[in-house]
Structures are given as C-alpha cells and as structure tokens.
C-alpha cells in the first residue's frame, strides 16, 4: 500500500476513497497558528509552491494557475484550519481539485505534493510536534 501523508485531504479531494474514524480532540488547546503565527505559516506557504513548481511530474498542474492567487489563497485557507482568525470561503478541496483530477491527477500526485510540504516544514527547522500537527490537520 502506498503512503499516505494526509489521508483525510487525500480522501476529500477525491482520489481516495476510504472511511476513517477521528480521535476527539482535547480541549483547550493551543491552536497551531497561535504557536506558529502568520508570517511563518505565510513562509511555509511560499517555500511549498518553490518546491511544487520544481517537480516535473506536478509543475503541469499549475500551468495555467495564477500562483500569487493560489499562494493567497493557500495561506488563507491554513490560516483557517490551523486555528486562525482568517474565515476560509473557498471552495472545498474535492471542487477545487476537479480540474487537476480530469487531468490525472492521482494518488502518487499528491503524495509528491505532501511530500514537498513535509520537506518545506522539515527545511524551515519546524519542531516534529508542528509537523505533525499540520500534517494530520491538511
């Protein structure tokens, strides 16, 4: 079986279909963002897309796409799944991600893609504990 970085975004996006069950979470925890904060989530974001855009077998997926947009977009939407105070308004990620599945995109795709995120936390010195944290949030 191939790994799986990220099973939930994974699943949500479509290219897997799977059911899994969620641990609760404890309460009053400190939210990744706080510990993080926005310029170093911001940072994460711009390094990722560096190391995305360099790999041939996923740059083809970004052709087309306006990369500042989708950087902005991108940061909002961490932002607001590490615990932010940005509201994320986009589309889901299975509708975002429509137009790259009727392009081929597939599993081995995005384990790439998780594994330039993975690399871009581990390059930015992030502690384990936030890169696990993040991975198992996205």
């Given at each position: 079986?191939?790994?799986?970085?990220?099973?939930?975004?994974?699943?949500?996006?479509?290219?897997?279909?799977?059911?899994?069950?969620?641990?609760?979470?404890?309460?009053?925890?400190?939210?990744?963002?706080?510990?993080?904060?926005?310029?170093?989530?911001?940072?994460?974001?711009?390094?990722?897309?560096?190391?995305?855009?360099?790999?041939?077998?996923?740059?083809?997926?970004?052709?087309?796409i306006e990369m500042s947009i989708l950087k902005n977009h991108q940061k909002r939407f961490l932002h607001h799944v590490l615990g932010g105070p940005n509201e994320y308004t986009g589309r889901t990620i299975f509708k975002a991600h429509a137009g790259?599945?009727?392009?081929?995109?597939?599993?081995?795709?995005?384990?790439?893609?998780?594994?330039?995120?993975?690399?871009?936390?581990?390059?930015?010195?992030?502690?384990?504990?936030?890169?696990?944290?993040?991975?198992?949030?996205?």
């Amino acid at each position: 079986k191939t790994k799986s970085y990220f099973k939930n975004s994974l699943q949500t996006m479509g290219c897997v279909f799977t059911s899994s069950e969620s641990e609760p979470e404890p309460a009053m925890k400190i939210s990744l963002y706080d510990q993080l904060g926005a310029d170093a989530i911001n940072t994460v974001v711009d390094l990722f897309y560096v190391k995305v855009l360099e790999n041939e077998k996923l740059s083809p997926f970004f052709a087309k796409i306006e990369m500042s947009i989708l950087k902005n977009h991108q940061k909002r939407f961490l932002h607001h799944v590490l615990g932010g105070p940005n509201e994320y308004t986009g589309r889901t990620i299975f509708k975002a991600h429509a137009g790259a599945r009727a392009n081929g995109l597939k599993e081995e795709h995005f384990n790439l893609v998780a594994g330039c995120l993975v690399e871009t936390l581990k390059e930015l010195k992030l502690e384990k504990e936030h890169i696990d944290g993040i991975v198992e949030t996205v």
